[in-house]
């Protein structure tokens, strides 16, 4: 039925880890094709972009990887190794058939992930804090994995941005983090003519000190 159709409009109205687990698994399998194509979604190679040019290397942690978007725009710049993971085990299921990812696991980023402190010099997340979603609690955890110095890359949606406090948890950050930069980016491209197409986003990239 066109009214459980998966779609952005579900995916901002989520409020638990088990109905994103619901609505991804009903999506993965057309989430390229019916979101990222038909929406001109351009934020992944934003995130890669942003990681690159400020000197992220592997390994690194792609959170809330998806279907492995922002890791294919990472594996064509030479960016590896690179592990991913996801609330979703049907979203990972996708990212695992594109063989870009050294491991995938499932991980909800508002609780612990099974990853030792430190583990990754870089961390990236596309589309993962944004409504419905992560909140900039997760941020905490985010750092615990994060090794000293890595270059860490997160898209935030502006709205939610202003919404949940980003900016108050990150003064709270203080020294912990280092060379903070908000570039403000586009979220689709020119082809999206939906109600959503004027939607920005920031890429939060610092550092761990």
Request: negative net charge; proline residues 5%.
């Amino acid at each position: 039925m066109a009214q459980d159709k998966p779609d952005l409009d579900r995916a901002y109205a989520l409020q638990t880890p088990e109905d994103s687990k619901r609505l991804y698994a009903k999506w993965a399998d057309s989430y390229d094709t019916s979101f990222a194509a038909e929406m001109d979604y351009r934020l992944p190679d934003h995130v890669e972009r942003v990681f690159v040019g400020t000197g992220g290397t592997g390994p690194v942690l792609d959170l809330g990887a998806g279907t492995g978007l922002c890791a294919q725009a990472l594996a064509q710049r030479g960016v590896a190794p690179i592990d991913g993971t996801d609330i979703s085990q049907d979203m990972l299921d996708i990212a695992a058939q594109k063989n870009i990812y050294r491991s995938l696991f499932t991980g909800d980023l508002t609780g612990l992930l099974p990853v030792e402190d430190g583990g990754y010099t870089g961390l990236v997340s596309s589309g993962t804090f944004t409504t419905g979603h992560v909140g900039p609690e997760a941020l905490d955890e985010v750092l615990r994995i994060a090794a000293p110095g890595a270059v860490i890359a997160l898209s935030i949606n502006a709205k939610y941005w202003a919404e949940r406090g980003f900016e108050e948890k990150f003064a709270a950050l203080g020294a912990s983090i280092t060379d903070l930069q908000l570039p403000e980016v586009r979220i689709y491209g020119p082809a999206n003519t939906s109600e959503h197409r004027d939607a920005t986003g920031l890429v939060a990239v610092f550092r761990k000190a």
